[in-house]
Every structure is written in C-alpha cells, then in structure tokens.
C-alpha cells in the first residue's frame, strides 16, 4: 500500500461548479502538506501549501488538511475550463525533504 | 526569473543504450531534486542534492543510474545500460535551500526506451 492514496478519476464538473479534490495518508510524520496542478507534457506546479492541520484559501482554492483522520482536500470554487489539468496531492515530513505524491487526479472542466 | 530548464525535452533510445538528462536549477537554488514519473503516477525522488552532495539517493538504482552535480550547478543524471521499465518522465526541480518548502520543477524529460 502506497503511503499517500489519491482516486485518479477522471472527473468531469461543468463549468462554475465546485470542485472537491481530497487525498489520504498512512504516515503520521508527514506535517507539509501541498497541492500540484499539471498541465499536460509540464512539469508540476505548486497551488497550495499548508503546514499541520488547518485551512488555507487562495483566491477561488481552498486547502484543508486534518491530521487526525490523515486527510487532505483541496476545492475549486467557480471552476474554469483552465482549471483542467491533473492536480497532484504531495506531502512531506520535513521542509525541503523529497515530496511523497499521491497518484494524480485527472479534471475536466467543460464549457 | 527563469525556471528550471532541462535537456533534452524527448529521447528515444533502444535498451541497453546509455542516455544522459540535464538540468539546469533557478539562479540561486541550492537544493537539486531528481524524481521520476511514470505514466498515470506521481513523480518519485530518485536524489536530492544540498550544494554538491548527494543528500538522499535511498531510491536510486545504482546499478545503472549516476547523477552528478558538479560546482553545486547544473545537474546530469545518467542511465547506462537503459531498460524498458525506465521509459518514464524525468523532472528536475530546485527549491532555495533546505529549510524550503516550495519547490520548482522543471517540463521534464520524456524518455521512451524500445
């Protein structure tokens, strides 16, 4: 069983609908949690980082993480069809350490 | 600022050939990572370099991959001899240093091997 478990989808949402994104993990020591958005034929790119439990929020992205059932989300509110990409769930036990991800999970936003 | 670059974007290679990735990281970053990436997976550390030295290289095959970073810069990471299973994308990507948690990565390197 891999360490950090994420569904690979695919999802399709239609456009302005909110999008729920979420991850789960076996390793307690992880404490950075942090969500990759990845285009096709690109290299990952960080949306959002979180250290420990809590809630962050970015413009139309909000990242949750709970420690306590080992579960991480992130939502899309108001999805565009740029938002379609693959987002990757990503976490660490220390900063700067290696990134353990999670599979992926392929979203589509159609007009 | 410039991001990570790396060379070269696609490679085809029969088995058995050797193949060689670089890797150049954002002006200033002191931190280098290696992952890889399978089809329809994660990317996975293969080394992370502080300066000069391999730091963490636990899941680096080191019966046929190499990696240097000479003068804490560029990086190259080889394969020699190359195998099916290593069909893969190589990504690179740097962070400031390592108390950093951003890290960048780079479009990554297409390897197909035949």
């Known amino acids: 069983q891999k360490e950090v478990e994420q569904d690979p989808g695919p999802l399709s949402v239609p456009e302005g609908a909110i999008v729920s994104l979420n991850c789960t993990y076996s390793n307690s020591v992880f404490q950075y949690f942090m969500w990759y958005r990845q285009y096709s034929r690109k290299g990952p790119e960080l949306l959002m980082y979180t250290y420990s439990s809590g809630n962050k929020e970015d413009g139309r992205f909000t990242a949750q993480v709970d420690k306590s059932s080992k579960y991480i989300s992130l939502f899309i509110r108001d999805s565009q069809p740029s938002d379609s990409a693959t987002y990757l769930c990503a976490m660490s036990q220390n900063s700067g350490y290696a990134l353990n991800f999670g599979k992926g999970t392929s979203l589509l936003v159609t007009p | 600022e410039a991001g990570v670059v790396q060379s070269p974007r696609y490679k085809i290679i029969e088995k058995k050939q050797p193949v060689a990735f670089w890797c150049n990281p954002i002006?200033?970053?002191?931190?280098l990572y290696w992952y890889r990436q399978n089809l329809g997976q994660g990317p996975e550390l293969l080394i992370r370099y502080e300066n000069e030295e391999a730091v963490d290289d636990s899941q680096l095959p080191k019966d046929r991959f190499s990696a240097e970073r000479l003068k804490g810069v560029d990086s190259t990471l080889k394969i020699q001899p190359a195998e099916l299973g290593d069909s893969a994308v190589y990504l690179c990507?740097?962070?400031?240093?390592?108390?950093?948690?951003?890290?960048?990565f780079g479009p990554g390197t297409r390897l197909l091997v035949l």
């Open positions: 002006s200033g970053h002191n931190t």
């Open positions: 990507a740097s962070s400031r240093d390592s108390g950093t948690e951003t890290q960048y």
